[in-house]
């Protein structure tokens, strides 16, 4: 049994799930990675707070209070799959006592790069409106200027959802995605939850999960070698 323990903080129970099947794919046939164990904790409430106040100084100290308790379990690496708290994730990544790695960070480097390639501008797609700031500032700070960055938030798409209507949820998002790909521009899902509302991949919109959990392999991967 792999020593290596991956930690996930997620504040939607829809994400252990999602993720853990990201990590177990890429993970299956990485020698130094094959039988990490998962361990994963959810926590709404941070969430919850993050849309009704925002990102308080009790949110952060919550994140970095499991951060240790995960660090405490053994993680290499921790993984915070919510975007809202995505500039309090750095905040503890900081002085965190090992790797934190935020949720869009490299979804925002990736949707840049291929903007610059064709010469096109960024929007950012939300369904939370708590979510459009930090992720839209994180895609401005990647794009330093090089291509105009827009944002919008999708209306209704989360009030479907917790209606029960996942279908119509996923449609508000497929239709607001192709209005932003007919004007040629670069599309970044804000949320996790918003990259399974595509059935097809199109190399124009970028999600998280996916280069998120890159991100966390990679970071596990030197923090092994730091430790050695």
């Given at each position: 049994m792999s020593e290596v323990v991956l930690g996930l903080l997620h504040t939607g129970a829809m994400h252990p799930p999602v993720f853990d099947a990201l990590v177990a794919g890429r993970i299956a046939d990485d020698e130094r990675l094959r039988g990490a164990q998962r361990v994963h904790v959810c926590d709404a409430w941070l969430l919850d707070t993050a849309i009704a106040d925002g990102v308080t100084p009790?949110?952060?100290?919550?994140?970095?209070?499991?951060?240790?308790?995960?660090?405490?379990?053994?993680?290499?690496?921790?993984?915070?799959?919510?975007?809202?708290?995505?500039?309090?994730?750095?905040?503890?990544?900081?002085?965190?006592?090992?790797?934190?790695?935020?949720?869009?960070?490299?979804?925002?480097?990736?949707?840049?790069?291929?903007?610059?390639?064709?010469?096109?501008?960024?929007?950012?797609?939300?369904?939370?409106?708590?979510?459009?700031?930090?992720t839209t500032r994180l895609v401005e700070a990647a794009a330093a200027g090089t291509v105009a960055v827009r944002s919008q938030v999708i209306d209704n798409a989360v009030a479907r959802r917790e209606r029960g209507d996942q279908a119509g949820h996923d449609r508000l998002i497929r239709e607001a995605v192709e209005a932003e790909l007919a004007g040629d521009a670069v599309v970044v899902l804000a949320q996790a939850s918003m990259a399974g509302a595509l059935a097809t991949a199109e190399p124009r919109v970028f999600s998280s999960p996916e280069s998120a959990v890159g991100g966390l392999l990679e970071a596990a991967r030197t923090a092994l070698d730091s430790a050695r």
């Open positions: 009790l949110v952060v100290e919550r994140i970095a209070d499991h951060v240790q308790a995960l660090a405490r379990r053994g993680a290499t690496a921790v993984l915070i799959t919510c975007s809202s708290i995505g500039e309090a994730t750095e905040e503890v990544a900081a002085t965190a006592p090992v790797p934190v790695v935020r949720v869009d960070t490299a979804m925002a480097r990736a949707a840049t790069a291929e903007a610059e390639r064709r010469g096109c501008g960024i929007t950012v797609l939300a369904t939370l409106a708590s979510t459009l700031g930090p």
